[in-house]
């Protein structure tokens, strides 16, 4: 016999099968998910966000519901996103003189320097990431750091949402490796598969994924 879990997702009590991820077990739920899946057909990756407590836990954790694994009596809420009152607007045109990149984070982004290292960030994070020394470096001009610290970054907006300032620390983050992978070369393989599809010599079969589609 398989051994029975249960956990609690957004107050109801599903059955869960064992190495499953919250995700999964959502998806088998009674109801029709209509929001939270990201890639997995609508949204995008890292809107599948949640808060995790874990059976005999005080404390909630940010976690990605894709891939984390469901453990008995955890409790789940998914997290709707919220759309701050300002966006920031640039255009990826803009970012191709390295010279000017500093000076257009700076009046992109002016939050930037009003950060109060509250460490908000960092516990929203799902992924680790050390966002608020990335915000650090980022005011210091130390660009290159500041894009390595964020590339893990999937955009999922929590530290957005816990930022007091009003940041928006992943949008920093996106703004330094759009400038990056503008400014620098791009991978060898990657220009060699281009090159060879452009040829016809890499041929790219999309059958497969209509038939799963359709099926």
Same mark, same amino acid.
């Given at each position: 016999?398989?051994?029975?879990?249960?956990?609690?997702?957004?107050?109801?009590?599903?059955?869960?099968?064992?190495?499953?991820?919250?995700?999964?077990?959502?998806?088998?739920?009674? +109801?029709?998910? #209509?929001?939270?899946?990201?890639?997995?057909? *609508?949204?995008?990756? %890292?809107?599948?966000?949640?808060?995790?407590?874990?059976? %005999?836990?005080?404390?909630?954790?940010?976690?990605?519901?894709?891939? #984390?694994?469901?453990?008995?009596?955890?409790?789940?809420? &998914?997290?709707?996103?919220?759309? @701050? +009152?300002?966006?920031?607007?640039?255009?990826?045109? +803009?970012?191709?003189?390295?010279?000017?990149?500093?000076?257009?984070?700076? *009046?992109? &982004? @002016?939050? #930037?320097?009003?950060?109060?290292?509250? %460490?908000?960030? +960092?516990?929203?994070?799902?992924?680790?990431?050390?966002?608020?020394?990335?915000?650090?470096?980022?005011?210091?001009?130390?660009?290159?750091?500041?894009?390595?610290? &964020?590339?893990?970054?999937?955009?999922?907006?929590?530290?957005?949402?816990?930022?007091?300032? =009003?940041?928006?620390? =992943?949008?920093? %983050?996106?703004?330094?490796?759009?400038? *990056?992978?503008? *400014? =620098?070369?791009? @991978?060898?393989?990657?220009?060699?598969?281009?090159?060879? /599809?452009?040829?016809? /010599?890499?041929?790219?079969?999309?059958?497969?994924?209509?038939?799963?589609?359709?099926?």
């Amino acid at each position: 016999m398989s051994e029975t879990i249960r956990i609690s997702i957004d107050g109801k009590v599903m059955a869960a099968q064992p190495g499953d991820s919250i995700l999964q077990t959502r998806l088998h739920g009674p +109801d029709a998910v #209509t929001a939270n899946i990201g890639c997995m057909g *609508q949204g995008v990756c %890292g809107s599948c966000r949640c808060l995790v407590r874990k059976a %005999g836990e005080r404390d909630t954790v940010s976690r990605l519901a894709c891939e #984390t694994v469901v453990e008995d009596g955890m409790q789940v809420s &998914f997290i709707d996103y919220y759309q @701050p +009152d300002h966006v920031h607007h640039y255009r990826p045109h +803009d970012l191709r003189d390295g010279w000017q990149t500093l000076p257009q984070l700076q *009046q992109t &982004f @002016p939050e #930037t320097a009003h950060c109060r290292h509250c %460490g908000g960030c +960092d516990r929203a994070c799902p992924r680790g990431i050390p966002v608020q020394q990335g915000i650090a470096l980022a005011s210091r001009g130390e660009l290159p750091a500041a894009a390595a610290l &964020f590339d893990p970054c999937i955009m999922c907006n929590l530290c957005t949402l816990a930022c007091p300032e =009003n940041i928006r620390p =992943n949008h920093v %983050g996106l703004y330094l490796r759009r400038a *990056q992978a503008i *400014q =620098n070369l791009r @991978p060898g393989e990657l220009l060699r598969r281009l090159d060879q /599809q452009a040829r016809g /010599q890499l041929a790219i079969d999309t059958t497969a994924y209509q038939a799963r589609s359709s099926s």
